[in-house]
DNA sequence: TTGAAAGCGGTACCAC
DNA sequence: GTGGTACCGCTTTCAA
């Protein structure tokens, strides 16, 4: 930039204004687009948000269970087409569901002064989500809820879709569901297995705990869980299952056994092509780009000065009935 | 910084050297920690980086076509590993296959002063990948091959899967083999088209042009043009589609129709389900992964200071047979 | 409107 | 080993 200056025969400052598109004499700015493109000039955001009043560096911190899932992906575009309006980009990192890899991620995050966070929260962290709020970074979870205070989170309606699914399992005549769940540190894992209970109460159907399996990670584990489950005396004559692996595994289990016509079976969270399987899976299915369109728009909200306390915004979950859900129960046969 | 090294009654400079993990004497360091807790000093890496010598900022910008899409989330993640492993974070953007898009982001990430860039060209923008390296921003491409002279590229052997998936549908008995191709302006349908043309003529085929969809972009126009295809008097049996979405929308043509099990087909890249369809979608897959851990490899050397040439690294495919590849000519029957 | 100079939060060099 | 200071590239007073 001092080249250029030198070179345009101005005043460093009067670069920077032209760069910045301030009003300047058109003969100068002439002179300085000029010199700057003969020099090959590029701008450096890194110094030039150091310097800057708001000190903005127009970054996203985003935290993902894992970058490479569907509903990361969803979600991961979703924050950045909305970023993409304010002109900001977006860091991206993976946890694993590892609390050590968020900490560093957030730490990292941080420390590059990204102008706020969108996390997908481990939930075994919460004191670094709420030690960045102080530290002046807006914190926006996502997917799943937090004991972080005054951090907004936008979550599904967890319980209602499986209690909905329960039911309707219900009215087709199963009396037998079973349940398939993620690790129990999971936040959306124990809604949904509290769904699934609630649900059972609801209809005034027994919980059976031979029929429950939860701590799952993962389709093989769902795969291995769905051959026991099959195996048992009184086997299932349905299954819920609380994540997006869980359910592949499980029909990989049923279409192994052929018994993808005989069990039911209903998933969380929307699969591609599970409409062209025969019977198709049906699942509660949430809007992964409302959510991330919701969680940044929470965000940019703080960002323009919002102060109030913690919202929480809870989105409605869909039922998509393919055929996998709609199985009557065998006694109806 | 400056009111640590007050608080703790040291220099600047020392503070300076405990956060970086330089030798100080114990009983300073110390000092030095207890102050900077107490204050809550938070490191700002793009200060430091900017009075760095090596100017580093330990992040890396990656272009894709559409983070949300698998291969780019298998890409995104691929990378974030290798990066993970050398202490740097990246960027992300999407292009959706417009240039000027593309050049915003090339754009963006270099005036953020990444240290190197992967990405996965548009193809109509060669000439601002050429003008990120000479400005001192290695460049890597994925996926596709680009005009721009010395940029490494890592990309798979396309033309050489889709002519061995030609030669299984030939020696299953099938003529009348059709083409699903997408945009023209992507490399890699491009290559795709010309393995077909080349299978075509290896096993002595006829091009039939009517056969032949290019410039097809997403799920429902692949849909449409296997409607097409399939109401035409000599319709063919066989099926090949250069790419995800195509392979998805072609199969949804297939069991509107109920011809899944009559003609046969095989995409370009593998999908998640596919194996659990009946039949299951045979597929010239991919190794994401290794696409990706190979690219950051590549940049990573470039980092470390290997001047020489360009490097194009070609990685095989891998056909993946699950029945709807295998399915015979009708005449065979 | 324009340019000189101070300073954002650090690091590198230098003398002690 | 430690502290003082110049300076990274830029924006922002402030005086002209």
Redesign the pocket.
């Known amino acids: 930039?001092r080249d250029v200056a030198t070179m345009a025969g101005?005043?460093?400052?009067?670069v920077?204004?032209v760069?910045?598109g301030k009003?300047?004499?058109p003969d100068?700015a002439e002179r300085v687009t000029r010199a700057a493109e003969q020099l090959g000039y590029r701008?450096?955001l890194t110094?030039?948000s150091?310097?800057?009043?708001d000190r903005r560096t127009h970054t996203l911190g985003l935290v993902l269970e894992d970058a490479a899932n569907p509903f990361s992906a969803a979600l991961h575009r979703a924050v950045e087409d909305a970023a993409a309006e304010h002109g900001m980009l977006l860091l991206a990192g993976s946890t694993d569901e590892d609390p050590v890899r968020e900490r560093g991620l957030l730490k990292t995050f941080t420390a590059r002064r990204v102008d706020g966070l969108i996390v997908v929260p481990t939930g075994q962290n919460d004191t670094d989500l709420d030690a960045a709020r102080r530290a002046g970074t807006p914190v926006v979870c996502v997917d799943r809820r937090t004991t972080a205070p005054q951090v907004d989170t936008v979550t599904v309606d967890n319980r209602a879709g499986v209690r909905a699914a329960v039911q309707r399992l219900h009215e087709a005549g199963h009396r037998r569901i079973a349940f398939l769940g993620d690790l129990r540190s999971i936040w959306t894992a124990q809604e949904r297995y509290t769904g699934f209970v609630e649900g059972l109460a609801t209809v005034g159907c027994v919980l059976h705990p031979s029929l429950v399996r939860r701590g799952l990670h993962g389709a093989e584990a769902a795969q291995a869980a769905t051959h026991d489950l099959l195996a048992l005396a009184h086997a299932p004559t349905a299954l819920i299952s609380g994540q997006n692996l869980l359910t592949i595994g499980a029909r990989r289990t049923l279409q192994e056994l052929q018994l993808q016509r005989r069990v039911a079976l209903i998933g969380f969270d929307d699969l591609s092509l599970a409409d062209l399987l025969e019977p198709g899976i049906s699942v509660i299915a949430q809007d992964h780009a409302a959510i991330g369109k919701e969680a940044a728009s929470l965000l940019f909200e703080r960002l323009e000065g919002e102060g109030g306390p913690a919202r929480h915004r809870v989105l409605p979950t869909r039922y998509l009935a393919r055929g996998s859900g709609e199985l009557p129960a065998p006694e109806d046969r």
């Open positions: 930039m101005v005043g460093i400052a009067t920077s204004r760069v910045n009003p300047v004499t100068l701008q450096d110094a030039s150091l310097r800057r009043a």
